[in-house]
């Protein structure tokens, strides 16, 4: 059983430990404002858990040379980020540092086992390694809308056999630990506050652009869900109601004009029109068009494509400048798939955003890129679950 | 100088009381889990510094009697809602109960220091009737953008004359008391908190359609005001590129769409194009259409003015949908002047968000007309500058 803090001193370091790295007995009482006889208390107790270890002195301040704690370098968090179309699986220290990181496609639609199984399959691998001497925690991110407090996905659209599945309970049973469940934009915004550009943001909204369009939104530093945890499920606002029919059944909903899989269908409808020759020649030799085909085309300035990508960023700037309006975030950070579009998907996205939304709310608002690339998941996967380890129970 | 608790148990025990009422020691220890103890020493220093009294002995759980506690009956909040064009001040006691509210028409565009002077007299006319023995804070609403930290309007667009006006220092020299400033939608959605439908809420929205367009943003039992104090201000969200000249200089905002300035522009076109009778014969003897008027011709069953509403929560409800969506409510409150127009109104946008949100998002989301009328700002008012007061300085 994974061991966990008796009090709310004891979660604060191991926080602080997480975040900040091996500190001296000092530095720690400086910040958690306990006697040097209350914080000795607290660590001896960390030790004997197994969660902290001491490390040497630190150099002196004047005094006596002040010993140096860290987290146990056995410390172990596993995490799953599971796509529309592939998984990735990755093991951090307790300092959530990536030490393996496996990925590889996989389809979500092929049900509950068989990707959960391919997910366990991979971890093994990493094992393997001589990479997991024990796991502490497991955090899992899915496509879909999930009942966090349940730990299972609720009817998502894009996973059929997933809904209900008791993923939580299953992987918790299969690896011996606490496991934690929820949206993979959820747990790509809480890579971003740990290690990405939102470190010292409080309030941000993270756009994931890929197989479909989502949000992840953090208030006050923590994962804002909604009442039913569906919050930043942005995909189906309306941009306009005489827009392309929607999965959903409603028309113009934001995922209809653009997202990968709308990409897909507008650049294999420019190719067919004769209005791209580089698209028609790759729809002739690979049988379809992917998002990735037009970022590529776009890169090498096929006008249709930057086109169907401009377009598509004034469609979700058109929804972003509104949801900037009423949220008033401190960062806006762009990620998933299609965000490889880069800087023609960015600079039109901003253009929208700073023409349509309230001058104050964008006044020293950033709109960025995702920095961390293929990371992000994971290491917010390893986020959630440690932040629960790392709290009283 | 008004006194402050001194420390989380005090604060905590003043907030119960507020808002549950005079109660037993006995009940006070179970809520706050104190030792008997500990909590008369509490409770000792909160009479002595004037905030709380004794005030007989309860029924018997069993044992000794335990004595009633109850808050001082001599504090005293104050509230200014001062809107566009009408100023409310109001006086309650410790439990926020409304003890004393006047109201009259005034012009906000008058400027602070007339708008303010107008407000002092108001608060001396409940002076005069003896209500207010002493001033324990005073909450003020205004109808603009506001820099909570700094107490003042910052570039309020219909509010010439206020721009960093030092509100809070202000009335705070003139009262001698604490003086917190905050939107008038901000004011509102904590009346409903308090007093209102959203009494056990967490997350919720109130959208107040009057002039202009507002949404309070409350998570977690606490107003979001965003990283620059604009978050829920809605009223220029795009309803669609290809709509009405909006004040702010883009075309399709929802205001321009609708509000008390759009609809009494849109009654006076439908007047002068001959399209109702009823609408004419106001704007021939009045030489102007107000959205009351409309909201009159509407009830007494005037095709067009019906039609107009009708408009208008579509609209409404094609923005809020977006934003339910992405902030996953627990519950959507319509107030303000325009709500007036009552049930029309509702049913257009609750129409709209149900069909257009996520399932998810709406499947337990009440939509309801606010029930607190003319007093939710000044019961917010207060409740804002008593969570202050009832805090560790």
Request: net charge neutral; aromatic share 4%.
């Amino acid at each position: 059983m994974t061991a966990r803090p008796q009090n709310v001193h004891q979660a604060r370091l191991l926080r602080l430990l997480r975040d900040e790295g091996p500190r001296s007995r000092a530095e720690l009482g400086d910040v958690v404002r306990l006697s040097r006889s209350k914080l000795a208390v607290e660590l001896d107790r960390l030790v004997e858990l197994g969660l902290v270890e001491t490390a040497g002195l630190a150099a002196s301040r004047g005094g006596r040379r002040s010993g140096i704690v860290r987290l146990s370098p056995r410390l172990r968090f596993v995490a799953f980020d599971i796509g529309a179309t592939s998984i990735d699986v990755a093991v951090t220290n307790g300092e959530l540092e990536v030490l393996g990181h496996v990925s590889e496609p996989c389809a979500v639609r092929e049900g509950a086992t068989v990707v959960l199984d391919r997910a366990l399959d991979l971890l093994g691998k990493l094992r393997d390694q001589g990479l997991i001497p024990q796991v502490h925690g497991t955090g899992i991110g899915v496509p879909g809308p999930v009942s966090f407090r349940d730990g299972m996905p609720v009817a998502p659209p894009i996973m059929p056999g997933w809904d209900r599945f008791p993923v939580r309970e299953a992987i918790g049973q299969e690896l011996g630990c606490p496991v934690l469940v929820d949206n993979d934009v959820n747990i790509m915004a809480l890579g971003e506050l740990h290690a990405g550009l939102a470190r010292s943001v409080d309030d941000f909204m993270l756009v994931k652009i890929g197989t479909g369009v989502g949000c992840g939104i953090v208030v006050g530093g923590a994962i804002y869900r909604g009442v039913s945890g569906s919050a930043g499920d942005i995909g189906h606002i309306r941009v306009d109601d005489d827009g392309p029919l929607c999965a959903c059944g409603n028309t113009g909903c934001l995922e209809a004009y653009f997202s990968g899989a709308a990409l897909a269908r507008d650049a294999t409808a420019e190719a067919r029109a004769g209005r791209s020759p580089r698209l028609a020649a790759l729809l002739e030799s690979a049988g379809e068009i992917t998002a990735r085909d037009v970022a590529e085309a776009a890169a090498a300035g096929d006008p249709a494509a930057v086109a169907l990508i401009r377009a598509g960023g004034r469609h979700v700037g058109q929804v972003l400048a509104g949801l900037v309006s009423f949220f008033n975030p401190g960062l806006v950070i762009i990620a998933g798939g299609v965000a490889g579009l880069g800087h023609t998907l960015l600079a039109e996205i901003r253009s929208v955003v700073y023409r349509r939304s309230l001058p104050l709310a964008t006044g020293n608002l950033p709109i960025v890129l995702s920095e961390l690339a293929g990371t992000a998941g994971v290491i917010g996967g390893a986020r959630l679950i440690s932040d629960h380890v790392f709290a009283t129970a």
